[in-house]
């Protein structure tokens, strides 16, 4: 298998990660559909990454109860070492099963490892071998061509996804150095009667949010929010205190449900306070 081919069957994957994560989290968690992604583009790199390598390690491997049962454990890792990079990098938790059974740090449980290794199955003796028959119908060039391209987009998606999270973390640290210095050095010096006031307050703009605090005004732009809205539930240490002070996980999910059950005359664009 040349390169570009693996990198194709690692962009497939890719998607159909994207694909499971999205309906499952949309159906049985938000009810409400979400790009379940860190990247902008319907993909997780993260499945693509654990499809390849357990094609790889397992691909002369025919016992499908060792198959399952390898998948599962190079799957959990696979999603262990992510989790505890991108906390490290992105000083954020992404995900947590902690309220899950059998788990290990919130970062994997039991249940994804059961699913990881029933797809694995499903992908090496299945979809695997007639994926790879209809990229042999291809000529290398054009193999060459459509990997450089999907490479391309993905370059890109991670370019522009990773400046949106800069600029978020940028304008939290605004509002937390504000408040912060309000404080006189500590939130715990900061009365309800500062959050009840109109001192600070949140007001829709289009699907972005104006926050007010004290005298600084700052816009989160929809595709900050993005994070919030494909990761409910994430957790940002740093600024966290101030999240929950505004409200703003709270406020993205209300506005997401209006969105869901908006009328298609009505503009998306009216403001409307909500006073903290």
Same mark, same amino acid.
């Given at each position: 298998?040349?390169?570009?081919?693996?990198?194709?069957?690692?962009?497939?994957?890719?998607?159909?990660g #994207?694909?499971?994560?999205?309906? @499952?989290c949309?159906?049985?968690?938000?009810?409400?559909?979400?790009?379940? =992604?860190?990247?902008?583009?319907?993909?997780?790199?993260?499945? =693509?990454t654990?499809?390849?390598? +357990?094609w790889i390690?397992?691909?002369?491997?025919?016992?499908?109860?060792?198959?399952?049962a390898i998948a599962?454990?190079?799957? +959990?890792? @696979?999603?262990?070492?992510?989790?505890? +990079?991108?906390e490290?990098?992105?000083?954020?938790? #992404?995900?947590?099963?902690?309220?899950?059974?059998?788990?290990?740090? &919130?970062?994997?449980?039991?249940?994804?490892?059961?699913?990881?290794g029933?797809?694995?199955?499903?992908i090496?003796?299945?979809?695997?071998?007639?994926?790879?028959?209809? %990229?042999?119908?291809?000529?290398?060039?054009?193999?060459?061509?459509?990997?450089?391209?999907?490479?391309?987009?993905? &370059?890109?998606?991670?370019?522009?996804?990773?400046?949106? #999270?800069?600029?978020?973390?940028?304008?939290?640290?605004?509002?937390?150095?504000?408040?912060?210095?309000?404080?006189?050095?500590?939130?715990?010096?900061? %009365? /309800?009667?500062?959050? /009840? %006031?109109?001192?600070?307050?949140?007001?829709?703009?289009?699907?972005?949010?104006?926050?007010?605090?004290?005298?600084?005004?700052?816009?989160?732009?929809?595709?900050?929010?993005?994070?919030?809205?494909?990761?409910?539930?994430?957790?940002?240490?740093a600024?966290?205190?101030?999240?929950?002070?505004?409200?703003i996980k709270?406020?993205?999910?209300?506005?997401?449900?209006?969105?869901?059950?908006?009328?298609? /005359?009505?503009?998306? /664009?009216?403001?409307?306070?909500?006073?903290?």
């Open positions: 298998m040349i390169l570009s081919e693996l990198f194709i069957c690692f962009f497939f994957y890719s998607l159909i #994207w694909l499971y994560e999205s309906l @499952v949309s159906i049985f968690g938000e009810r409400r559909f979400i790009n379940r =992604g860190f990247l902008l583009g319907p993909y997780c790199p993260i499945y =693509g654990g499809a390849i390598l +357990c390690v397992l691909k002369e491997n025919t016992n499908i109860f060792a198959v399952f599962a454990v190079l799957c +959990c890792t @696979v999603e262990y070492i992510t989790s505890f +990079c991108m490290r990098v992105f000083h954020a938790k #992404w995900w947590d099963y902690s309220n899950l059974p059998f788990q290990l740090h &919130g970062r994997i449980c039991l249940y994804g490892g059961i699913i990881f029933g797809g694995v199955v499903v090496k003796f299945f979809v695997q071998p007639t994926f790879m028959q209809l %990229t042999a119908l291809l000529n290398e060039s054009l193999l060459n061509g459509l990997a450089i391209i999907l490479f391309t987009v993905i &370059g890109i998606d991670m370019v522009l996804t990773l400046g949106s #999270w800069k600029g978020l973390n940028e304008h939290l640290s605004i509002l937390h150095n504000t408040i912060y210095d309000k404080a006189d050095g500590t939130f715990s010096k900061l %009365t /309800d009667r500062f959050w /009840d %006031t109109s001192i600070s307050s949140v007001v829709e703009k289009g699907h972005g949010l104006f926050i007010r605090v004290q005298n600084i005004n700052v816009k989160l732009e929809p595709n900050e929010l993005r994070f919030f809205r494909a990761f409910p539930n994430i957790h940002i240490p600024y966290e205190e101030i999240l929950k002070r505004l409200r709270e406020k993205i999910k209300m506005n997401s449900a209006k969105e869901l059950h908006q009328k298609p /005359d009505v503009s998306p /664009d009216i403001s409307a306070e909500d006073v903290i």
